[in-house]
């Protein structure tokens, strides 16, 4: 049976790691600070100006002064650190952060990214997403293996305008896990009860 | 000379003129000069080129200087909350020209600190990187972004004080330190305007030097955009 979105964003968790600094994408990929493991110690950036992301509060907690990148409120740790909009894209583009996790409409089999503008469509813009895959150590990606007539995502070369160049490593859909390495998308894991046959037949990039 | 205004009126008067460009600080809905905002559609300044992260929202914001037809252009990451925005832009009223946040905020803060243009990795090999020069450093590809000015910056702050010293508070930070910077003209809006000596020195988030007029705000709207709660457990 192919993967929840919940699914998704518990097995994109199995890719922090004890002292990790991460910024998570608006969608599944917020879903993913639920299933930090118990003891593990992750920071969440948001990219708007904080180290140290906590829970939503409380509705008494709200504060207007208080929101993530998605502009939702959001609450402070003992730890949080708040600075600039120049400072904190210092620490994404000078590779201080170590995961993204984020959304993509498309992924090529070299790690092109597209996820942020479909031609003729309005456009409501990049946001951070460039200077994040541009900068950070690593980037998974957390997206549905086909759209919604059923064609594939995972293609040989983005037809959509691109985020970022061989910027992913490891993507994430509701089919299996894949990894991109030289060649193409090698085959980590798939959904329980997903065959090799059904990924090959919704996947265009080369499987190796 | 008193850097103190007795309302966002008087702070703008003479500073503003047809054509010009402002940089408006805040992310989203938070920490924008919503007073400032107002007073320049009071004003009906017109054919505005606006640098912010994003256009507001349909009625508050710089969503309000959209209804009025008074933007002309938007230097922007991500304006997707607003419909007026959307309609202007389909029917070609408004030219958009969007960067990536982070060369955004760089663009700002290189602009503010004199220096006019600067390589960066970010949109190599994307939309962003055509036209622009390319230049190898260490085996890696980056592009050249120019720092940028503006005629006006308009920020908000949480506390100021005469000397045009201002603290931000919590993500209502965002651009607007940098902005503070990159005007040719600053000025700020304040929560509270407190007496010269209240400020700790070694908490001053933007030093006075960037701020040349300062008004005390009151009766903040502080619209939150996407109030998110959980339940008590």
């Known amino acids: 049976m192919p993967w929840t979105r919940d699914d998704l964003a518990r097995i994109a968790a199995r890719e922090l790691r004890d002292g990790f600094y991460v910024n998570l994408g608006i969608g599944i990929p917020t879903l993913v600070a639920n299933h930090i493991p118990a003891g593990m110690d992750v920071t969440l950036q948001s990219e708007n100006g904080m180290l140290g992301m906590g829970p939503f509060p409380l509705a008494s907690e709200v504060d207007p002064d208080l929101i993530n990148a998605g502009k939702q409120t959001i609450t402070e740790l003992d730890r949080t650190s708040y600075f600039n909009s120049a400072e904190s894209f210092a620490m994404i583009r000078g590779g201080h952060i170590d995961l993204s996790i984020l959304g993509a409409m498309e992924v090529s089999e070299t790690g092109d990214l597209a996820n942020w503008m479909v031609p003729g469509k309005l456009v409501k813009g990049m946001g951070g997403a460039m200077d994040l895959v541009a900068g950070v150590k690593r980037c998974v990606v957390t997206m549905d293996h086909t759209d919604k007539a059923g064609n594939a995502k995972l293609l040989k070369t983005c037809t959509l305008p691109l985020t970022g160049k061989a910027c992913v490593h490891r993507i994430i859909t509701n089919l299996g896990v894949f990894d991109v390495v030289p060649g193409g998308l090698a085959i980590v894991e798939a959904a329980p009860g997903v065959t090799r046959a059904e990924i090959v037949q919704k996947t265009q990039a080369t499987l190796v | ?233």
């Open chain 2, 1 to 233: 000379m008193t850097k103190i205004y007795p309302d966002a009126a008087a702070a703008l008067d003479g500073v503003l003129f047809d054509g010009m460009t402002i940089m408006s600080g805040g992310f989203g809905l938070c920490g924008i000069p919503e007073k400032l905002i107002a007073a320049i559609v009071a004003s009906g300044v017109k054919n505005l080129t606006v640098i912010s992260n994003n256009a507001g929202v349909d009625d508050f914001g710089l969503g309000l200087l959209l209804q009025t037809r008074q933007i002309r252009k938007m230097i922007s990451s991500y304006v997707g909350e607003n419909d007026t925005f959307e309609r202007q832009y389909l029917a070609k009223e408004l030219e958009l020209e969007f960067n990536p946040q982070g060369t955004l905020a760089e663009r700002i803060r290189a602009g503010g600190a004199g220096i006019p243009g600067f390589y960066t990795k970010t949109g190599v090999g994307t939309l962003i990187a055509e036209g622009k020069e390319h230049k190898e450093f260490d085996g890696q590809t980056y592009i050249l972004e120019r720092g940028l000015v503006a005629d006006l910056s308009i920020v908000k702050a949480w506390k100021g004080d005469a000397q045009g010293n201002l603290v931000f508070r919590k993500t209502a930070r965002n651009f607007n330190p940098m902005m503070a910077t990159a005007g040719r003209m600053t000025v700020a809006e304040v929560e509270a305007l407190v007496p010269v000596g209240t400020l700790d020195g070694d908490t001053v988030h933007t030093p006075g030097i960037f701020v040349k007029r300062i008004i005390a705000g009151a009766n903040y709207e502080k619209r939150i955009e996407k109030r998110t709660v959980r339940e008590s457990a």
